[in-house]
């Protein structure tokens, strides 16, 4: 007859592969069997399964809300432009120049108050944004899959420059997915559909001084839609702040 | 492309049909599996580095990757896998560097606390839940590379133990062996700190 203390040792390495549900169907029943008849891998069982919770208690903060853009960047360097200059060279952001300290600061104060007034319209106003396909963020749950990342969107450009619209592409409308239901506060999809969004109120900003234009269109923070959305306060701010070069 | 993801994989995956859309020149394809896969890569890196802004930074890479071999993919299994897989050679040759065994051994982790809400627990308790969290941060620290991967992709990540041998390029038998000792020696170390 086998000793005890070696039928424990038969199923130590199933002891994990159980709370995994990586044992066959026949294993487990000889495993749950054992189970019942020795306190000693039920209590071994209970603290692996305390390990686990232990590690999955551990706090991972979530990605930073700049990641995406760090991605573009990224991507930039590898030569994929981002698609908004592609698609609306007349709104690209200029090379990036040395600005004074008081330029900074003006342009951080019109970059909180856009941002915070976006927050704002986004929250209460969803339907006035410009048109945008929202993408399915869930994965989906196929068979045998155990995986089920959260949804992580948040309102960025494009990652990658839209591929032109080859004569011969596979791509067709009727390939891309409704849009999905999002949360609340998720926020607008990380893409933005070719072609872009219509800029029907743009016109405002045309009175800007080229050089305030430049600098907001330069703020990676801002996007085409959210200034377009707060022109009234784009306006203000830019009425009220220190004009780029002035003084 | 549906189907061709279906053949070669074998189950529905719609990540290997977004990646042979981008593949085939669907530029949006690209950021939707960004934005599906980003978060939970930079949950398994941070746990395997103890670092978020390398782990950001190895997020960042990982998708780099793929973008670089999105002309040669081919689906060999789910694209999640092969991410992981990406991902996990990424943070092994991060954990070789000298600056990163020093940042797990130091007990210098941001855990990016929320601030305490109205019925925030008493002092005591989360004077004692950090306690518990570094002890499992340390007992995370002092496995072996391999078996702290295993544990995460497996435990935490709900990677299959296939899939998880594709990850670390090593056999299905191997990462139940792997699982279990990253988990028993998790658990004896908890265990001891329980008792001290």
Redesign the interface.
Known sequence: MVPPSEICRHFEEDLSALLDQELPAEREAELRAHLDACPSCRRQLERLCDADLALASLPVPGPATDLPARMRARLAAEGAAPARQAAAPRRAAPARRQRPARVLAWASLAASLLLAATFLLRSTEPSTQAPRVARESAPPAGEGSRVAPPPTGTPQEPLVARAPAAAGSREQPAARRPPAPRAPDAGTALVAEAPVAPEPATAPLEGLADEDLALLLSLDELEDYDVVANLDLLERVVAKGPRPGAG | ?KQEAEATVG?????VRLML?FR?????A???L???????L??YL??MLRD?ATA?EL??EA??RV??ARDRYEPEA?F?TWLYRIATNLALNELRRPRQRALWRSAAY????APLAADAPALDDVVDARR??EA??RA?AELPEKQRAA??L????????AEVAVALEVTEKAV??L??RA??T???R??GEGES
């Open positions: 492309l189950v529905p995956d719609e990540d859309a085939a020149g669907d530029a949006a690209f950021e939707t960004f934005d599906r896969w980003s978060g939970p930079l949950r941070a746990r978020l950001e997020v960042q998708f780099l973008y670089r789910r999640s941001d855990e990016g606390e518990r969290g499992v941060w995370l544990l995460c497996s435990a935490l990540e709900g990677l299959s133990y139940k062996s699982v279990h988990r028993s998790l658990a004896a908890l265990a």
